[in-house]
């Protein structure tokens, strides 16, 4: 058994060695000269050459005529547009988001955008004894939340404007109501101007933070996660005791959720830590 094991995780070398051309094909994202990507992928001219012959003929790179660069070819294609139907962004995140919330010690959740809002659809509880909870299908505010804002700040604007509408006349409605034992009053929802200087802040870092907001005592960061697009299509969120949660914009929390968020959009074909 340990035999069969060992055959079935034995790879085949040669592919691998030839996979280093295509890796500083791609990381460059630019045609390059023979010479210059065997240096990348620390091989001679001599024995790059034959991959390259290779992976022509398989339509992995192709050659320009005038100047003898290679790049990218119609089969590369065709997997990389293959491999973003097929990549499913939360998929992607919640192994990350355990890890991350070990790192960090704080519960971290994952939230997409649904009808009414950010919405959590993942959740890795920190592994700290004193820790936020959350609940799966939560939705955070559009003003008041460190998710709510990050989303805000990367949909249309008019769409924004019109959801900042609706939660004001959502608001208005509920103003005759008391607000439940034990509860804070309702914050003021900003005017568009206030919340726009909101939503510049939060595209400046790359970052939404929120600090005793919805409840005292309570802190929240929140990053990014991009498509191939460029559009917004999740939220990492971290939460937790603001004595003990570090909402600096470049302190560890905010190192770390941007790192997990940028992996997670890299995967999804998008370049990483967009402004």
């Known amino acids: 058994m340990a035999a069969d094991s060992d055959r079935a995780q034995r790879g085949i070398q040669s592919i691998e060695v030839g996979g280093q051309l295509l890796r500083a094909l791609v990381h460059h994202g630019r045609p390059m000269a023979l010479k210059d990507l065997a240096r990348e992928a620390e ?3 001599a024995k790059a050459h034959p991959y390259m012959v290779s992976f022509g003929r398989l339509g992995l790179i192709e050659q320009d005529r005038t100047t003898g660069h290679y790049l990218l070819g119609p089969l590369a294609l065709q997997l990389g547009l293959i491999s973003l139907q097929q990549a499913n962004p939360v998929h992607i995140a919640t192994p990350l988001i355990a890890e991350l919330a070990q790192q960090i010690g704080h519960t971290v959740a994952i939230a997409v955008w649904g009808d009414r809002g950010a919405t959590i659809v993942r959740i ?5 004894p004193l820790h936020v909870n959350m609940r799966h299908g939560t939705v955070f505010s559009l003003t008041h939340t460190a998710s709510g804002r990050l989303f805000g700040a990367y949909l249309d604007p008019e769409v924004v404007r019109g959801l900042l509408e609706q939660e004001r006349q959502r608001e208005q409605k509920g103003a005759a109501q008391p607000p439940q034992r034990g509860m804070p ?3 003021r929802l900003p005017g568009w101007p206030a919340f726009e200087a909101q939503l510049h802040e939060v595209r400046a870092h790359g ?3 929120s600090e005793g907001e919805i409840l005292p005592g309570i802190s929240a960061m929140s990053a990014p996660v991009f498509d191939s697009t460029g559009a917004i299509v999740l939220a990492v969120t971290a939460i937790g005791p603001a004595a003990i949660f570090d909402t600096r914009w470049d302190g560890e929390i905010a190192v770390a959720l941007k790192a997990c968020a ?4 890299q995967r999804l074909g998008a370049t ?4």
């Open 207 to 209: 970052l939404s933070r």
């Open 272 to 275: 990483p830590s967009r402004p």
């Open 43 to 45: 091989m001679s001219a």
């Open 185 to 187: 009053p309702a914050q």
């Open 124 to 128: 890795a509880e920190s592994p700290a």
């Open 262 to 265: 940028d992996q997670v959009s």
